[in-house]
């Protein structure tokens, strides 16, 4: 077929995006893309340039019994090209809007009929020219929020992502044909629908649908195996020899599993969850791969040999075992078990419990998402599950500090495949954790990694160089908050990434502070004076955390300065202006508190007044100086 504009595409067509599709993904990046493109359009010889758009893959299919009453159309799912679509059809529907009259020697409502919506004699029904299947959740959407048709019943849900890139999409072109003249707008309505040019291709087999959709990515948006894998499910599905009931009931279970998927993952819109990853997620439990987990390239390749004409050719996991061939059961139990997840994985992305927060914080590998979210998914009321939570983030400390390696951070993920298929309980998991958090402590290896601190050469040195200090000052605060009586947070961990860590004596200490530092240095030999300044400006007593920018307000102030800003501050930075002065008496005192509170989160630990010593202050010649 040769291409054609825009008018002679929507000619007698009405387009669905089918139901394997996923939902409206352009952004602004697209969006100024197609505009520039279309502003760009030249006007040559008094006739406006063509403008090639893109292949349309198209495949027939039938109207809603809802639908029978117009006649002369054809009805098509859209294969590949719903992203162009869409946006065409907002940006049409926004012109249209825009004008009272119409555009091209054409009304308005003959315009409207054309490309938007074609309504019967009386007016009672209309069926759009563009829109989503029935069963998608974002159907009505389209019509009642992008089109603004509020005799459609809008179905209540999440502002999930598609939704809110269709209001994006519909904001974007408003604002932009609102800043431009009457001429204007009829030049771009004239680009539009005459200039673009499409090649628009029908199919007519499902292979070649199957083909067509696992190999299309629409402009700068490529599939997701999440998506490849829907497509591929409902293709094998109608190859399956059940009865045709079976068949549409399967294909059902498929639709709706995939909308909860997308919802889930979606449902914030400031923290998009990554498809491909929750897909891998999901295959680390139900099959057991080489490592801990499948990446999202293994994942690919593993769940489409699961799902293949000769499944049976490939392994199962590493027992030899080989894999079943493609049933209805197969597909089933798959297809729910991957819906059972998405909730969950949602849920620990966006917890309010404060261990799997801090858990989070600690480590965010996809190992430990997938064993907090087993632990959710089958035991989201047991009473074990805080107990557990608890010895992880306690493991998960001890694993940061220096000398202390108790646990390969890979086992969550482990413990989570034993819990999913039931080979342990969620006792086990807790005998598990509490056999490591009663591993015993070697003092001197403690000791020896936080001197290690102080001997590098470049970057940060001593405390100020621990990858877990942050942490450690804001559980720090809390204990502070604790022995001070009071319930209400100065800082918390939802300001953690707010935050900066501040020395009080500071780098640049020659500013403000040099008597004090100089007279620390001044009976210590002069080959070790650079390193005596570096343990006294980075031990862990002279470092505090602080919100909102005070690291750069502060920075290089007088104690008297200091002083004064600290009193409002975090627990941290009051219990420093508790202090008449900042001494070396004061940075000791400080820190021997910090240390005694470490022991605290780290069972068996017990520092005598010498480890303490050592592990704050690096040698005899520098801790003499603090007695």
Known sequence: MAAINLSELFNNKIFRIPDYQRGYAWSEKQLTELWDDIDEIKEIDGELKKHYTGTIFLETTKALPSENWISGYTFYNVVDGQQ???????????????????????????????????????????????????TDKNHSFLF????????????????????????????????????????????????????????????????????????MNNRGKQLTTLEKLKNRLIYLTDKLPNSNEDKINLRAKINVAWGNIYSNLAQNPDNILDEDEFLSAHLSLYRKPKESTFSEKQAEEKVFQMFCNKSNKYDLDESGEKEQPVTFSKIDDYVIQLSELAPVWYKIHNSDNMLIHKI??????????????????????????????????????????????????????????????EEESIDDILNHSNELIQKPINNSDIINGFRGLFTYINGNKGFHRWGNLKYFLFEYELFLKSRALETNDKVSLADFYDTTIEHVIPQTYWTSWSDIVDEFTEPIIEESKNQARKVLINTLGNLTILKNGKNSALGNRSWIEKKERYRTGSYNEIAISNYPDWTLKSISERGFDM?????????GLTFTEEDMKKALFYDDYIIQRFE
Request: proline content about 2%; overall charge neutral; hydrophobic content about 40%.
């Open 144 to 215: 009642n929020s992008i089109f603004d048709d509020k005799s459609v019943v809008l179905e209540h849900g999440q502002l999930n992502l598609y939704r809110k890139n269709l209001l994006y999409a519909k904001d974007f072109f408003k604002n932009k044909i609102t800043s431009v003249s009457s001429d204007e707008k009829e030049l771009i309505f004239k680009k539009l629908t005459t200039s673009l040019q499409f090649d628009v291709r029908t199919i007519e087999k499902d292979l070649d649908v199957q083909a067509v959709f696992e190999t």
């Open 360 to 421: 989070l914080i600690l480590n965010g590998s996809k190992d430990i998402r997938i064993f907090l979210a087993t632990l959710l998914l089958k035991y989201a009321e047991n009473e074990l599950i805080n107990p557990i939570l608890s010895n992880l983030e306690r493991i998960l400390f001890r694993n940061r500090v220096p000398g202390i390696w108790i646990m390969d951070e890979r086992n969550p993920a482990n413990w989570a495949r034993d819990l999913y298929s």
């Open 595 to 603: 240390l005694k509170f470490m022991e605290s989160k780290i069972y």
């Open 84 to 134: 162009r679509l869409t946006t065409l059809c907002i940006l049409l529907f926004e012109l249209l809007n825009s004008t009272e009259t119409g555009y091209c020697e054409e009304s308005k409502s003959n315009l409207f009929q054309t490309f938007i919506a074609k309504a019967n004699l009386s007016g009672a029904s209309k069926v759009y020219k563009f829109g989503y299947d029935i």
